[in-house]
């Protein structure tokens, strides 16, 4: 093999490395933004809640949780209240499975959002 097709592999194998990481940036981003997503939800719902019983809060987040296809249920999102200021403090962790094409990976995510009411 002459010095030209080692140039030519060498410059194929940079390409698919090259691929990999920008495909593999594209999955993981998604996720993130996912959780940058239901973080807003949360805010939006909390500020639109008024005098919301937690129960219509709380069921009207599983819904957009649902509609956004998220990997979480009931028991992953907790309702803390605080009395002084007086606010809803909202707390949901979990763990968004992204498939990295050999593996996958399992990316802990959290949000966490207080608000006054």
Known sequence: MDRTGKSRIGLLL???????VVYCGYVIGAAYW???????????????????????????LMEDIEAMDLPLDLRQVQFVHVDQPRALHVTISYADTVDLLL???AIPMSVDVLRPF
């Open 103 to 105: 593996t996958k990976l």
């Open 14 to 20: 940079l390409l698919v490395v090259a691929v990999a």
């Open 34 to 60: 996912r959780e940058y997503k239901l973080e807003e939800t949360v805010v939006q719902r909390l500020s639109f809640a008024g005098q919301s019983a937690e129960n219509a809060i709380r069921q009207e």
